[in-house]
Structures are given as C-alpha cells and as structure tokens.
C-alpha cells in the first residue's frame, strides 16, 4: 500500500539515504528533509523524536520510528 512517508535526514548520513531508497523503491511518497539546511525543520524533526537528535526520523501518519533497520 503506497504511504506517504517524511524523513527527516542529513545527505552524510547512510541510514538516511538507506531509508530514502527503501521507500522510494517501495513506491511510498517520500518527502525528505535535510535537518542541516533548515533550523526550522531541525525543530519539528525533534518535535517528532521527543528532542533526540539521532536520523533518521521516520514519519509515517502518527507513526515516528526513529533510525533504520535498528540503525541510526
């Protein structure tokens, strides 16, 4: 079933890009954000992950999963 999905990311970061792949190969609807090129989306990325700063933080509806395959 084809979601939309946001993930919250930084281009360094394998898992990110990892994520990003997975998704878009999957077919989902992917929005990505580079949390290093804007401090405001820097804040609602950590709104989603209750202040922790590890990426990549996945959102899908009401669902944050925060990393990748166990990873971040």
Do not use: N
Request: hydrophobic share 35%; glycine share 10%; charged share 30%.
């Amino acid at each position: 079933m084809k979601q939309s999905v946001t993930i919250y990311g930084k281009e360094a970061c394998p898992f990110t890009r990892a994520a990003v792949d997975a998704m878009k190969e999957r077919g989902d609807d992917v929005i990505y954000i580079d949390v290093l090129k804007s401090p405001e989306m820097l804040e609602k990325m950590l709104s989603h992950s209750d202040g922790g700063r590890k990426i990549p933080v996945i959102v899908t509806g009401d669902s944050v999963t925060i990393g990748w395959q166990g990873k971040c």
